[in-house]
């Protein structure tokens, strides 16, 4: 069976612009990898008259509607109420959704529930309940005139669990066959270069499909299957696979990876090399994003974040003559970086980054979005010279993308440059 989703996410503060919807994005990436069409995002205020008009909407368009938001016990969480009183179901009691309710907040609080929490219990009559592990409210699912509903917790935490380990079990059953996705990272390539460079395969492609996600910097491509096995799956997409990866060639960093940084550990731990890092305008980002990634500790050996000439001097051992004749945005300071960092940390290798991330030039005159990186090896130490752009976050995140590219193409043998 295949669905045409749209996703309804609920609260008031979603539309102040107070958080972010993190839960859409998690969920179309998600519903994607078991070929659902996510159709529309929609999100609506904690109004019941405003709900039930995007019910009445949502509904006649698509089959598959997934709510998150507004499951909690307090007087503003309606989106139970709402949406069963628009399909005509209603709401039953279950006494086991208490028990849970009490052992996670005696266990996470040491604090009993509150009578307010058997709200939670209410779920609709005759729905598949989604438990939760990792909060107080249920998730739920239930069809009725055609549409399948589903309920999850606007909890970022919650709504991942809940989708993991009930929403997607559920669809990947009723869809039957095996639907299996891999997906293939990029980095140092535009969305619109890489639509053009695969633009034929793109077109062609039914089962397996293959489709584009841009993200900074970075463009990841899901293949993704339709079979009865996952062994099918497999051969179906091979040519796909191999075709894709010969046309991106050195582009593509990693297959089923998260990121830059995981790719970069992977390396690491495989050819038993530790590095260290040195930091400027990047603040810390490169080790923060390493350290992010478990096991990380088996080869970063640690970092600098030497934002001032007199850390850079003193700490790292910055000859003073560079940083007053070329300045410290400058190939010759993210040199001497590196090879510090590497020295005072005993790594294998390690990488500096210094520049201007913005909002305005530095005192030498250089851009906003120039950055230089160093890269110490054995061998040598080499510079990579950037030019990014504006926006400090984009840069920040750019230039910390460019050191982790720069390690895992030393690690796998390709320029660096």
Same mark, same amino acid.
């Given at each position: 069976?295949?669905?045409?989703?749209?996703?309804?996410?609920? =609260?008031?503060?979603?539309?102040?612009?107070?958080?972010?919807?993190?839960?859409?994005?998690?969920?179309?990436?998600?519903?994607?990898?078991?070929?659902?069409? +996510?159709?529309?995002?929609?999100?609506? =205020?904690?109004?019941?008259?405003?709900?039930?008009? +995007? %019910?009445? %909407?949502?509904?006649?368009?698509?089959?598959?509607?997934?709510? &998150?938001?507004?499951?909690?016990?307090?007087?503003?969480?309606?989106?139970?109420?709402?949406?069963?009183?628009?399909?005509?179901?209603?709401?039953?009691? @279950?006494?086991?959704? %208490?028990?849970?309710?009490?052992?996670?907040? /005696?266990?996470?609080?040491?604090?009993?529930?509150?009578?307010?929490?058997?709200?939670?219990?209410?779920?609709?009559?005759?729905?598949?309940? $989604?438990?939760?592990?990792?909060?107080?409210?249920?998730?739920?699912?239930?069809?009725?005139?055609?549409?399948? +509903?589903?309920?999850?917790? =606007?909890?970022?935490?919650?709504?991942?669990?809940?989708?993991?380990?009930?929403?997607?079990?559920?669809?990947?059953?009723?869809? =039957?066959?095996?639907?299996?996705? @891999?997906?293939?990272?990029?980095?140092?390539?535009?969305?619109?270069?890489?639509?053009?460079?695969?633009?034929?395969?793109?077109?062609?492609?039914?089962?397996?499909?293959?489709?584009?996600?841009?993200? &900074?910097?970075?463009?990841?491509?899901?293949?993704?299957?339709?079979?009865?096995?996952?062994?099918?799956?497999?051969? $179906?997409?091979?040519? #796909?696979?191999?075709?894709?990866?010969?046309?991106? !060639?050195?582009?593509?960093?990693?297959?089923?990876?998260?990121?830059?940084?995981?790719?970069?550990?992977q390396l690491l731990k495989e050819r038993h090399l530790t590095f260290s890092a040195a930091e400027s305008c990047t603040g810390g980002l490169i080790a923060k994003r390493v350290t992010d990634v478990p096991g990380a500790s088996a080869v970063f050996m640690g970092g600098v974040v030497s934002y001032t000439n007199g850390v850079k001097a003193k700490v790292l051992g910055v000859p003073e003559v560079l940083l007053e004749q070329y300045g410290a945005v400058s190939a010759p300071v993210a040199k001497a970086m590196a090879e510090g960092v590497?020295?005072?940390?005993?790594? /294998?290798?390690?990488?500096? +980054?210094?520049?201007?991330?913005?909002?305005?030039?530095?005192?030498?005159?250089?851009? *906003?979005?120039? *950055?230089? %990186? !160093?890269?110490?090896?054995?061998?040598?130490?080499?510079?990579?010279?950037?030019?990014?752009?504006?926006?400090?976050?984009?840069?920040?995140?750019?230039?910390? @993308? @460019?050191?982790? /590219?720069?390690?895992?193409?030393? #690690?796998?043998?390709?320029?660096?440059?």
């Open positions: 069976m295949s669905y045409r989703a749209e996703i309804i996410a609920v =609260g008031t503060e979603l539309l102040l612009g107070n958080i972010a919807n993190t839960d859409a994005q998690f969920l179309s990436e998600q519903l994607s990898s078991v070929g659902v069409d +996510v159709l529309y995002h929609t999100a609506v =205020g904690d109004n019941p008259g405003r709900l039930a008009e +995007v %019910i009445d %909407i949502a509904r006649r368009r698509c089959d598959l509607l997934i709510f &998150t938001g507004g499951l909690g016990p307090t007087y503003d969480d309606l989106t139970k109420e709402t949406v069963c009183r628009a399909f005509g179901v209603e709401l039953e009691f @279950h006494p086991e959704i %208490i028990g849970e309710i009490r052992r996670y907040l /005696d266990t996470v609080f040491g604090a009993e529930a509150p009578k307010l929490d058997e709200q939670q219990a209410y779920l609709p009559e005759g729905c598949a309940v $989604l438990h939760n592990a990792v909060g107080t409210a249920p998730g739920c699912i239930f069809e009725k005139d055609g549409v399948t +509903v589903v309920m999850l917790p =606007g909890v970022p935490r919650e709504c991942r669990y809940l989708t993991e380990h009930g929403l997607i079990p559920w669809l990947r059953e009723r869809h =039957g066959g095996v639907i299996l996705s @891999h997906d293939l990272r990029t980095f140092g390539l535009r969305e619109p270069i890489v639509q053009e460079m695969l633009a034929d395969l793109m077109d062609e492609a039914v089962n397996p499909s293959l489709a584009p996600y841009a993200k &900074t910097g970075e463009v990841m491509l899901r293949l993704t299957a339709k079979g009865e096995t996952a062994e099918e799956c497999e051969e $179906l997409m091979a040519p #796909l696979f191999w075709d894709v990866r010969a046309r991106l !060639g050195e582009y593509l960093y990693g297959v089923d990876v998260d990121s830059l940084e995981q790719r970069s550990v590497r020295r005072i940390t005993g790594s /294998d290798l390690a990488v500096s +980054v210094t520049g201007v991330a913005g909002p305005d030039k530095d005192d030498r005159g250089n851009e *906003v979005g120039t *950055v230089f %990186i !160093g890269f110490a090896a054995p061998e040598e130490t080499t510079v990579r010279e950037l030019h990014l752009g504006t926006g400090r976050e984009r840069v920040r995140t750019l230039a910390a @993308h @460019h050191a982790f /590219d720069i390690l895992r193409r030393y #690690l796998t043998g390709l320029p660096i440059e």
